[in-house]
């Protein structure tokens, strides 16, 4: 089955920098999207960035100009390069991918930012 394994995550101070990893069982090519979502306790999940099939990336109004997500085919991996990093970004954060009706998740990992 469709395995994604995250990596990346820890804590920081804020202004610093993570990159998360999300690496697939699989061809990146079999999705219809990929993306990262995260969910900070007492709160919703969020959507914080997708790329499509065709490269289109579309970002939360929250992390945009912030954030950016990317793909490496080659190692079936998706990105997340987040940078000037605020406290408000502490959360659990989650790789997904959808194919057909089906979405895949990742384990999730934890961005801590703080002082």
């Known amino acids: 089955q469709v395995q994604l394994v995250e990596s990346g995550g820890g804590s920081v101070q804020p202004g610093g920098s993570l990159r998360l990893s999300c690496a697939s069982s699989g061809s990146i090519d079999s999705f219809n999207r990929m993306g990262w979502y995260r969910q900070a306790p007492g709160k919703q999940r969020e959507l914080v960035a997708t790329i499509s099939y065709s490269g289109n990336t579309n970002y939360a109004d929250s992390v ?49 930012v703080s002082s």
């Open 64 to 112: 945009k100009g912030r954030f950016t997500i990317s793909r490496d085919k080659t190692k079936n991996t998706v990105y997340l390069q987040m940078t000037s990093l605020k406290p408000e970004d502490t959360a659990v954060y989650h790789c997904s991918a959808d194919r057909g009706p089906l979405t895949y998740w990742g384990q999730g990992t934890q961005v801590t």
